[in-house]
């Protein structure tokens, strides 16, 4: 979970990365198979309708922290980036996402700590290693709150 192309923290950053990017960088970097996942999906209080009236300690908890996201920070609702990274992780048919370069800026005054996914073919610097992360381009939100959903109900 880290890295996208609008930042959480900076307009191109997200936190994960840049809270140590030179550890990122040697994860990019490493070959290993790595999927990328970036997306703000958001957990609705309107998703969490049947969850009204619940019993499960779980069920009120989340609610209400979706509730407060809502009424004190006045979002839209809660943001679930890495719950969506361990769904993918699950069933990776949740994200659209091709193989594609990319590396982090370690320099930069405005950049540190941005992913750059380069998706030109004429990309010098992505030809000097194999090509190892696949970069969810889209995500099926509805799927997966439906998913993530079903899984905060079923203990």
Request: proline fraction near 5%.
């Amino acid at each position: 979970m880290g890295g996208k192309t609008v930042g959480t923290v900076k307009p191109t950053v997200s936190f994960n990365v840049l809270n140590d990017p030179e550890a990122a960088a040697i994860v990019y970097r490493s070959g290993l198979p790595i999927t990328m996942i970036g997306f703000n999906t958001v957990l609705t209080p309107e998703r969490l309708e049947r969850f009204s009236g619940s019993d499960d300690p779980v069920a009120r908890f989340v609610s209400a922290v979706v509730a407060f996201h809502r009424n004190v920070r006045q979002a839209e609702g809660l943001v679930v980036h890495d719950p969506l990274a361990l769904g993918v992780a699950i069933d990776p048919s949740l994200v659209r996402a091709e193989r594609l370069p990319v590396d982090v800026e370690l320099r930069g005054e405005l950049t540190r700590g941005q992913t750059v996914v380069d998706l030109r073919d004429e990309a010098t610097w992505k030809t000097d290693r194999e090509v190892s992360t696949r970069v969810a381009l889209d995500v099926d939100a509805e799927r997966f709150l439906t998913f993530l959903t079903d899984r905060l109900l079923e203990r």
